[in-house]
């Protein structure tokens, strides 16, 4: 448990900077809304940045569980 938490914890931060990194948010002049574009120009489905800081928060709380649960016998 406490590996798979410390893997969650770690995919979620690179998820969060890549995110940060890769996507940009722009205003569509049409429909007043915001939409992601890619480096190269493509419109692409728009994957928020709470999904990684989501990831790091469940990695955290499972890794506290396994490191200062109570252990059932």
């Not at 690179?14 to 429909?31: A, E, R």
């Not at 890619?38 to 709380?61: H, R």
């Amino acid at each position: 448990m406490k590996k798979f938490s410390i893997l969650l914890f770690i995919a979620g931060v690179i998820v969060t900077i890549g995110l940060i990194i890769y996507y940009k948010s722009v205003v569509n002049v049409v429909d007043s809304d915001s939409m992601t574009i890619s480096p190269n120009g493509d419109m692409v489905a728009k994957w928020p940045i709470f999904v990684g800081i989501i990831m790091v928060f469940v990695g955290g709380v499972f890794f506290y569980v396994s490191k200062y649960g109570k252990k059932v016998d």
